[in-house]
């Protein structure tokens, strides 16, 4: 009888506990979310994104993945199944830069990850950050390209010794896939206008194709501005006035060319975010800067590219009063210029870097 | 008294050859009959074509130079280009031309593309340099790029698999890359240019831009004064949004020579401002430098402030490949101090200056 009293007892303390844990949380449920701190730098700057995102309380809960040192034979990579299978879970993570080890008989990590997780958009925003200074000021768009077809399909052969031929392939489904996306993301972010760049009046039907999908998305969203501006006057407008551009939505090949292009305006791949969407509402946010293995180690990487990728993240998560204080946080820590790491010019370590945004906070 | 009297005067005198000489260029030494007009093919082209190339042959009226225009009425929406302008081109060797504008995606060709296979004009160069008197973001910018202009990516062969799915062509062949990264060689050694620099995307295209590059190697080491290297297209163009003085010479493949040609134009000035033109191995079409299918806005067409620069200094580049330097030397010159003085610039400059005004400013500086 006493047993049977204690174990009712243990029972309703345990259920209470429990109970007691889900009403007292914070209004949201910790989310789990994957990390890939990858090679190098990784590491470091991935420690400090979870020091500062401890710091602003954000109800994130990681799961840290690592490149494995053998081929896992299940996903042809260095990336085992488990890897891709929490992030098909948990639906949103974040990667830090893995170097591809050379070789052959497996897949490039990038490419593992594209195909397996079908990450068809690549967002990259990109904004002048006030206190870094290069020449072009004011700089606030954002290029949507499209990640899995287009001139990078892989499809190449020789016709004959000395004739090669390489196919671009671009389909409806991805197209309209990519155009939706692109028009959601204006709309939920309060943006005015989406730009489609192409080359239709040389590649009319493959180009033209891609246009055609993305008039289609523009009617169904009438509230924002549609316009279609071929890539060389792209190009131009962009080095000349970044100002004129908003959302820009555009196929593989241009897609690459021009992010990287306003990458270079803001100051370079080390400071720009990077957010890959995939099917059923998979976001993968990554830096794109390479995983630099000779200051790895010494407390000496700038980890804003990571923590800048880890604000779309919560972006995407809609929790969009935490990523604007984060966000601010290292606005603000950057310009102010005491702290600032040695690519932008500075003297401060990573973990000073960190220190500060903390206080920023 | 009566020495400094002379001394004074023979510095007076050599002061006044100095300032004199300032703009007599090397001496040419021509051979005899080479005065004779030559004749050149002009395509006025759509929208603000026929403004810029009119700029052109007032300038070379005023100047007297030796050429005189056979015109020819092209228009982009024609389903080709007629063949007596072919011919036309053909017998003069040597063509200017405003841009012709190619309907979106309606099933018609580029023109110009099409005139560039027809001729086989395989190397097109845009000079971009920056402007005394244009203020830009760069400086030190002094950039050729030589793109490839008969395959690639703009093969024209896509067909249409299945509805909803699309095919395009991408061809690199030996021969073409072969002979475009000689030309690039051989325009940097007769140039007096120091590095040439071939942009390329053979990480993800081995094959394609792998054969492009492989062309690239052989003909850099037939030329071991000048300096090679490789640079991956979306590198290439962060580089130049952020340090453009490290380029000279580019070679490129069809596409991204477009897209590159574009970005230095407009970190350079603009493509209101840059000359170029299509070379092959006999004929020449020089046009505006960069995105020559841009005939501009309606509204440059009604209001006639389309710029002339780039077509004026284009010209010039023809008048030295016709082998008439000194007139070269003198349009070149009068554009300039146009320029330098600011006084008159169209819209894309920062001006508000009509295309007459800029017209008259460099048949004016003329001398």
């Known amino acids: 009888m006493a047993s049977f009293g204690f174990q009712l007892l243990k029972r309703t303390l345990g259920n209470r506990s429990a109970a007691a844990r889900f009403f007292s949380s914070a209004p949201y449920t910790p989310i789990r979310a994957t990390l890939f701190p990858g090679d190098g730098i990784g590491p470091e700057i991935a420690e400090s994104v979870k020091q500062i995102f401890k710091a602003a309380e954000v109800p994130i809960e990681w799961e840290e993945h690592y490149v494995g040192t053998e081929i896992d034979p299940r996903t042809q990579s260095f990336l085992t199944w488990e890897s891709l299978e929490s992030v098909r879970k948990n639906r949103v993570g974040l990667k830090g830069p893995m170097a591809t080890p050379i070789g052959k008989g497996h897949r490039s ?63 409806r489904q991805a197209s309209l896939r990519v155009a939706e996306y692109a028009f959601h993301y204006a709309k939920a972010h309060g943006r005015e206008r989406v730009s489609a760049i192409h080359k239709a009046n ?38 000349k006035n970044p100002g004129l551009f908003d959302v820009l939505v555009m196929p593989n090949l241009y897609g690459d060319i021009i992010s990287d292009l306003c990458a270079g305006l803001v100051g370079g791949l080390g400071l720009t975010p990077s957010c890959n969407i995939g099917e059923g509402g998979i976001a993968l946010a990554e830096a794109v800067h390479g995983s630099a293995p000779d200051i790895a180690g010494k407390n000496l990487a700038n980890p804003t590219a990571l923590l800048l990728s880890g604000v779309s993240m919560l972006r995407h998560l809609d929790l969009h009063d935490k990523a604007d204080k984060i966000q601010n946080a290292i606005l603000n820590t950057i310009a102010e210029g005491k702290y600032r790491t040695a690519d932008l010019g500075g003297k401060a370590k990573t973990t000073e870097f960190t220190n500060a945004i903390i206080d920023h906070l | 008294m009566a020495s400094t009297a002379r001394s004074s005067s023979t510095l007076l005198k050599r002061f006044l050859a100095t300032r004199l000489n300032q703009s007599r260029s090397v001496t040419y030494m021509p ?23 009119g700029a052109v042959e007032q300038v070379m009226e005023a100047m007297h130079a030796p050429v005189y225009f056979e015109k020819f009425e092209v228009h982009g929406d024609m389903k080709a280009v007629p063949p007596a302008v072919i011919e ?48 830009t973001r760069h400086d030190n910018v002094d950039i050729v790029v030589i793109r490839e202009n008969t395959e690639g990516e703009y093969s024209g062969l896509e067909h249409e698999v299945v509805p909803g799915v699309v095919e395009s062509l991408k061809v690199i062949t030996k021969f073409c890359s072969e002979r475009i990264a000689k030309y690039a060689f051989e325009y940097a050694y007769l140039n007096n240019r120091k590095k040439v620099t071939a942009v390329h995307k053979a990480n993800i295209m081995k094959l394609a831009d792998g054969l492009f590059l492989e062309s690239c190697r052989e003909v850099a080491t037939k030329y071991p004064g000048i300096k090679y290297n490789e640079i991956i297209v979306d590198n290439c163009c962060m580089q130049l949004v952020s340090k453009p003085e490290q380029f000279d010479v580019m070679v490129t493949p069809n596409l991204y020579g477009n897209l590159v040609a574009n970005t230095a134009a407009g970190i350079a000035g603009g493509t209101g401002v840059m000359p170029g033109g299509n070379v092959g191995a006999e004929h020449a ?65 920062g001006g508000t200056s009509s295309t007459q005004e800029v017209v008259d400013a460099v048949l004016d500086a003329l001398n």
């Open chain 2, 31 to 53: 051979r005899p009959g080479d005065g004779a007009p030559r004749a050149v093919t002009l395509i006025p082209g759509d929208g603000i074509g026929p403004l810029v190339t």
């Open chain 2, 285 to 349: 079409v020089f046009e505006q430098g960069a995105s020559a299918g841009n005939v501009g806005s309606g509204k440059e067409v009604e209001e006639k402030k389309a710029n002339p620069v780039a077509l004026l200094l284009s010209s010039a580049m023809m008048l030295r490949h016709l082998q008439f330097p000194a007139f070269a030397d003198r349009l070149e010159t009068a554009v300039k101090r146009v320029i330098l003085e600011g006084q008159y610039r169209t819209h894309d400059l």
């Open chain 2, 88 to 135: 036309s081109i053909r017998k003069n060797k040597v063509c200017l031309k405003g841009g012709l504008a190619t309907p979106m995606g309606g099933g018609v060709s580029s023109l110009n593309v099409q005139l560039r296979k027809e001729l086989d004009l395989y190397a097109s160069l845009v000079n971009c340099f920056n402007l005394p008197g244009i203020t």
């Open chain 1, 202 to 239: 040389i590649m009319q039907k493959t180009d033209g194709l891609f246009l055609k999908c993305c008039r289609e998305v523009a009617e169904k969203y009438p509230e924002i501005k549609y316009e279609e501006v071929v890539i060389d006057n792209c190009c131009m407008m962009l080095v």
């Open chain 1, 109 to 171: 990590l990038n490419l593992t990850l594209r195909k397996e997780l079908n990450l068809y958009a690549n967002v990259r925003p990109c904004y002048s950050l006030p206190g870094y200074k290069t020449r072009y000021d004011n700089v606030n768009l954002i290029t949507i390209r499209e990640n899995t077809e287009g001139e990078y399909s892989g499809l190449e052969h020789q016709v004959v010794r000395g004739v090669v031929e390489s196919l671009k392939v671009i389909t």
